[in-house]
């Protein structure tokens, strides 16, 4: 059963963007920190970004600070990720997920629900 839905990826060159969008399927997530992850090929799943439900707090991995942007409605439980300055390495499956809670987690076996994926490639 598919919680969440990611949309958005696709091809873009390097230094391009693309706003990735993540809603829910058959829930809401209002109690939740959602998160991000990606996963290159032949690489263990990294953190990207999380938004915390209560006082809109963020948390990103150094490697895309500056660069992504990650928002939420909670009305919606939607959650989107707007990615700036893409770079090649940036290439990878970017998969949405949510946490109960009003913790922050680096960890991808802290999360509850996952979506299905979405590919972002960047070219050079």
């Known amino acids: 059963q598919v919680h969440l839905v990611e949309s958005g990826g696709g091809l873009v060159q390097a230094g391009g963007s693309l706003r990735l969008s993540c809603a829910p399927s058959?829930?809401?997530?209002?109690?939740?920190?959602m998160g991000w992850f990606r996963q290159a090929p032949g690489k263990e799943r990294e953190f990207v970004a999380a938004?915390?439900?209560?006082?809109?707090?963020?948390i990103y991995a150094d490697s895309v600070k500056d660069r992504f942007s990650i928002s939420r409605d909670n009305a919606k439980s939607t959650v989107w990720l707007q990615m700036n300055s893409l770079k090649p390495a940036d290439t990878a499956v970017y998969y949405c997920?949510?946490?109960?809670?009003?913790?922050?987690?680096?960890?991808?076996?802290?999360?509850?629900?996952w979506g299905q994926g979405t590919q972002v490639t960047v070219s050079s």
């Open positions: 938004h915390a439900y209560s006082g809109g707090g963020t």
């Open positions: 997920a949510a946490r109960y809670g009003s913790t922050w987690s680096r960890r991808s076996d802290e999360y509850d629900y």
């Open positions: 058959g829930r809401t997530f209002s109690r939740y920190v």
